[in-house]
């Protein structure tokens, strides 16, 4: 029975890297979860009461200011770790 061919070429092994885990900060979770919060409540605020103080004079604004929140919080969350 004829022999196998030895393989010539040493089988290929990455280099050994030291990778160090990423820690979030501890401040950027709660900040996150607050701005979600914050933005709905901004905008479900505006929907139940239009006519409260801060919330009447802004009128359709609420709704770019209620989605900053937000949008802000979806930011935050591509950081996190």
């Known amino acids: 029975m004829p022999k196998s061919k030895a393989r010539k070429k040493a089988v290929y092994t990455p280099p050994k890297t030291s990778q160090q885990v990423k820690i979030s900060p501890r401040w950027l ?28 004079s802004l009128q359709n604004w609420n709704l770019l200011i209620g989605f900053a929140f937000i949008i802000f919080g979806v930011v935050l969350s591509t950081r996190w770790r």
Do not use: R, T
């Open 29 to 56: 979770a709660p900040v996150m979860v607050a701005s979600w919060i914050i933005g709905i409540l901004w905008i479900s605020i505006y929907y139940v009461a239009p006519d409260a103080p801060l919330i009447g």
